[in-house]
């Protein structure tokens, strides 16, 4: 309905919040990661990574809050019961978003290391699977709740594909 794409609408963008904590951070210490990795020292570019991962999460945690609390404000006084369930909806996406950006954190070695072709099919196979969530909880009329599934499905399954052959590149 108008309703449920206006409400998928709110909440994704509601939600990014956490993704640009984490993206605008990492992207910070690209330039570092770099030339680590050119350096031959992955080692201590992954340590890198996973201290800026846990920054960002430490950061994201208190922006979470925020975001339940402006979310669940705009729902009761500015779109009254228009769209009832917006600040439920965005903690199930945010939170989703947020353990993304946290597995995915590695993802800048796949571009640092040229290994960047393997992202687009990573993403590829997490729309894929997301959609298919999607479609799948649709015909079980699960509403909205099937479209906030499925996309935050798509997030995650890229990102543990991400963590997963981040390891891979790490020891070529």
């Not at 609408?9 to 919040?17: E, N």
């Not at 479209?147 to 981040?166: E, K, M, P, R, Y």
Request: net charge neutral; hydrophobic share 50%.
């Amino acid at each position: 309905s108008e309703e449920d794409v206006t409400i998928f609408y709110l909440v994704t963008r509601i939600s990014s919040i956490i993704l640009i904590v984490f993206i605008s951070i990492k992207n910070k210490f690209v330039p570092e990661v770099a030339k680590l990795t050119g350096a031959k020292n992955q080692i201590e570019a992954i340590a890198l990574l996973d201290k800026v991962k846990i920054q960002c999460t430490f950061i994201a945690i208190p922006i979470l809050l925020i975001v339940f609390v402006s979310s669940y404000f705009l729902e009761t006084y500015v779109y009254s019961s228009e769209y009832k369930g917006l600040s439920t909806y965005v903690i199930f996406c945010s939170s989703g978003y947020l353990l993304a950006a946290y597995l995915s954190m590695k993802e800048t070695l796949f571009i640092i290391t040229d290994s960047v072709n393997q992202l687009k099919y990573f993403y590829l196979l997490a729309l894929i699977f997301g959609v298919s969530i999607s479609i799948t909880l649709f015909n079980f009329n699960f509403g909205i709740w099937s479209f906030l599934i499925g996309h935050c499905s798509a997030f995650i399954s890229a990102s543990i594909l991400i963590s997963i052959n981040s390891k891979k590149i790490t020891y070529e």
